[in-house]
C-alpha cells in the first residue's frame, strides 16, 4: 500500500468547474447536518450553492459560501480515500480547517464550525484584499533573487505613509501579497503584467495571514472554544512547516495557533510541503478537492526542495508522467487511482 500526505486547498479552488462536486459527498447525513447548521443561522445551505444552475462569483467566492463549500468537499474526498496509507495530513491557508478535520482535531462537524464562523467573520469585515504573482519563470527553477526583489519591493511599499502590504502566502512559485488598496495597487503599478493575468486580484478576499486580520482573530476566539479541538490522529504540518505529532500535540496549542499565527501572520505552504517530503518521503502527495488549481505549487514546492532530484518543470514533469507523485482529486482519472 501506497503511503501519501493529504492536501487540502483553500479559497479560490472552488470555481465554475466545481458546481455538482458535492454530488459524490459520501455521508448524505453528514451533509445534511452540514445543511441544517447553516439553515440555523439563515445562511444559504450547501446543497443549494452547489447544486445551483449557474455559478456566480460574487454569490460562490462569498467568504461566508466558499469556505463552507471547500471545507465539504475536501472532507468528502478524504473520506474517500481508499488504497493508500494517509501519514501526514497538510493544507493551504483555509485548508488548514480542513486538515485539522481530516486528522482527527476536530471532529466533522466542529470542522465546519470553525470553517462557517471564520469564513463569516471574514466576509463580515472583509478586512484589505490579495493579489497573486509569480517569481519562477515558466520553466519552474529556483529563482530566490526575483523572490527576494519582490519581497524588498513590498516591503518599500509597505513603509510608504497610508500603504499597507505584505507576504500572505508563500505559495510554492508564487507568492501571495495582502495589504490594503494603496499597498495593493502600488505594488500592481511597480511590477510588469506576466501572461496576461499577472498581478491578478482575487476577489472576495481579505487581506488573510496578516496583522489586518487580528480584529478577525480575535473574534473566532471568542466565538470558538478550544473544546472544539483534540489531539489529532495523524500528524499535521501547519503553516509554519511545523509538526504536531498526535501523542504531543494539545487541544490549546492547537487553538491558539489556530485563531492566532495562522490568521495574523504569513502562511508558507511550501513550508509545509517541504517538511512533508522530507519528514514523511511519501509515494504520494494527494490534493484533495475540490479544483485541481494547487497541483503547481505543490510540484513546485516539491521543486524548490529538491525532492527526487527535481530541478525544473521538466523534472516533475517527466516523473510526473512516468510515475505520479502528485495527485489531484478533482481530476477523474487521478481521483479513479485513490478513491472508492
Partial sequence: MKTAVLICPGRGSYTKAELGSLARFPDPALLARFDAR???????????????????VARHTRGDNASALIYACSLGDAMALRGVKLVAVTGNSMGWYSALACAGALSPEAGFEVVN????????????????????????????????????????????PGHQLGLSIDLGGMLVLAGNAAG??????????????????????????????????ALGRKALPDTL??????PLIDGRGHLWWPGAATAAGLHGYTLGHQVTEPYDFTAAIRT????????????????????GAVAQSLILANWKGM????????RQATDPLVISMGLADQRARVAG
Avoid: C
Fill in 276 to 295: 512533508a517530503a522530507r519528514e514523511f518521503a511519501p509515494d504520494l502527495f494527494i490534493i484533495a478537492g475540490p479544483g485541481s488549481t494547487l497541483g
Fill in 229 to 234: 479541538f483534540t489531539r489529532p490522529d495523524l
Fill in 184 to 217: 495593493l495597487a502600488t505594488f500592481e503599478a511597480a511590477v510588469p503584467p506576466l501572461e496576461g493575468r499577472f498581478p491578478m486580484r482575487l476577489a472576495n478576499h481579505a487581506a488573510f495571514h496578516t496583522a489586518l486580520q487580528a480584529p478577525v482573530a
Fill in 117 to 160: 464562523t471564520m469564513g463569516r467573520l471574514m466576509q463580515e469585515h472583509l478586512i484589505g484584499g490579495q493579489l497573486i504573482y509569480p517569481f519562477m519563470g515558466p520553466d519552474w527553477t529556483a529563482a530566490p533573487a526575483r523572490k527576494a526583489e519582490l519581497l524588498a519591493l513590498a516591503y518599500n511599499i509597505n513603509a510608504q
Fill in 38 to 56: 447553516r439553515q440555523a443561522e439563515g445562511q444559504e445551505t450547501l446543497s443549494a450553492l452547489d447544486g445551483a444552475a449557474t455559478y456566480s
Fill in 311 to 318: 530541478a525544473s518543470k521538466a523534472d516533475f514533469q517527466t
